[in-house]
C-alpha cells in the first residue's frame, strides 16, 4: 500500500498527531510505503485540524476538529469536493446534511483523538525554536505506551478524577465570534459547578481542580491546582492510579482529548452525553456512563463506587476498545480496512 501524508497544518498540529504515528508505525512494520510532504507554506489550510492523504490513488481526507467548525471553510468545502472519504473525529449524520453536495456521503466517522506520538512521526522531526506549539509538543511528548495501564483490582475506596481546564473568552481570537465566547463561558460555567459539588460529595476520594490561567484566576482560584498535578506525566501517573475518571464535553460539543486518555488508561468514564457517532460499538452502560447536572454526576459515581464489578468491567472493555479502535495504528488500520471493504 503506498500512502502520501501531506502536511497543511500548522495550529493543528498536535490534533493530527495520533494519525501521523498510526501511519509511521504501520509503516514501520512493513503494512505501507510512507511518504511525507510538507505543504504548509502558504497553505490556507495551515490552521485547521486536517491531514490529507493520497492512498493507492485516492485522496482520503481525516478531519480532526472539534465539531464543524472551521477557520477557513471555503478552503475546507474545497478539499472536501476533491477528496474521495473523509474520516471525520466529529461525526453527526445530522450536521453532515450542512455539506452542500455529495459530501455527506464521503463521510465517515474516525472516532477518538488524543495528543500521542511516536518515534520517527514527522511531527518528530520539528525542532524549531519559533513555534510554541513544537516547543511544547516535544517538552510534553507521549508515545503510545505513556498512556496505557490495566486495572486489575479496585481498592476499598476507589479514586476519582477530574483535571480540567478554563477557555478564557477575553482571548483576542474569540472576539469575533460572539457565539462562540458565549459557548466558552457555559464550558467554564459547567466545569466550575460540577468541580464544587464532587469536592463537596467526595472529599477523601476526589481528586480535581483546573490548572492554572488568568481566566482560572478570575473565576475560581479555590479549583487552581498546582503544576505538580496538571504537568503531564504527573497528570498520567494520577490517571493510571485513579478507577473512575470524569470527562465534560469539549468544545464545539466535541467529544475531548481527555476521554481518548481515559480509554488509552483503560479506566472506567462518567462522561456528559457523546454528542457525536463513534465506529466500534462504544456503548453507554458498557464503556461509559452518563450525567446531564452536578448531582446526575455525583449520583452515578455513588452507583460505580457501590459496584467494584461494574468499575473494573467497564474499565476492561474500555481497555478492549484501545487495542481495537484507538491505539494509533490501529485507528488508521480500521480507516484502511474501511477503504478496502467500503463498511462504515
Not at 466535541?254 to 483503560?266: M, N, Q, R
Request: glycine share 6%.
Amino acid at each position: 500500500m503506498q500512502v502520501t501524508v501531506k502536511l497543511s497544518s500548522r495550529e493543528g498540529a498536535a490534533h493530527i498527531s495520533g494519525i501521523l504515528a498510526g501511519f509511521t508505525l504501520l509503516a514501520k512494520r512493513g503494512k505501507l510505503t510512507l511518504r511525507v510532504q510538507d505543504v504548509r507554506q502558504g497553505n490556507p489550510l495551515a490552521r485547521e485540524a486536517l491531514l490529507e492523504t493520497e492512498i493507492d490513488g485516492r485522496t482520503v481526507v481525516f478531519d480532526l476538529m472539534d465539531g464543524y467548525f472551521y477557520n477557513d471553510p471555503a478552503a475546507v468545502l474545497a478539499l472536501f469536493h476533491r477528496a474521495d472519504v473523509v474520516f471525520k473525529r466529529s461525526f453527526s449524520e445530522e450536521k453532515n446534511r450542512q455539506f452542500p453536495g455529495d459530501i455527506p456521503a464521503k463521510l465517515r466517522p474516525l472516532g477518538l483523538n488524543y495528543y500521542v506520538t511516536c518515534p520517527g512521526s514527522p511531527l518528530e522531526a520539528e525542532r524549531s525554536a519559533k513555534s510554541r506549539l513544537k516547543q511544547w509538543a516535544l517538552s510534553t511528548r507521549c508515545y503510545p505506551q505513556d498512556f496505557e495501564a490495566r486495572l486489575t483490582r479496585v481498592r476499598k475506596k476507589p479514586r476519582i478524577l477530574f483535571l480540567t481546564r478554563l477557555w478564557d473568552p477575553e482571548e483576542p481570537a474569540v472576539q469575533q465570534y460572539p457565539d462562540l465566547q458565549a459557548e466558552w463561558r457555559q464550558v467554564n460555567a459547567d466545569r466550575i459547578e460540577l468541580l464544587h459539588r464532587l469536592q463537596s460529595a467526595f472529599p477523601a476520594q476526589f481528586t480535581g481542580g483546573v490548572s492554572d490561567n488568568a481566566c482560572a484566576r478570575r473565576l475560581c482560584p479555590e479549583l487552581i491546582v498546582p503544576d505538580k498535578l496538571t504537568g503531564k506525566r504527573a497528570y498520567l501517573h494520577r490517571m493510571q492510579h485513579t478507577e473512575i475518571c470524569v470527562a465534560s464535553t469539549g468544545l464545539h460539543g466535541s467529544t475531548g482529548w481527555k476521554l481518548a486518555e481515559y480509554v488509552a488508561a483503560g479506566r472506567a468514564i462518567v462522561t456528559e452525553p457523546l454528542r457525536y457517532t463513534l465506529p466500534g460499538g462504544f456503548e453507554e452502560g458498557k464503556n461509559y456512563k452518563t450525567y446531564t447536572s452536578p448531582a446526575e454526576c455525583e449520583e452515578q459515581l455513588r452507583q460505580l463506587l457501590a459496584d467494584p464489578a461494574a468499575i473494573l468491567a467497564m474499565a476492561q472493555h474500555n481497555a478492549a476498545y484501545y487495542q481495537a479502535w484507538l491505539r494509533p495504528e490501529q485507528q488508521v488500520r480500521q480507516a484502511l480496512r474501511q477503504l478496502e471493504t467500503g463498511e462504515m
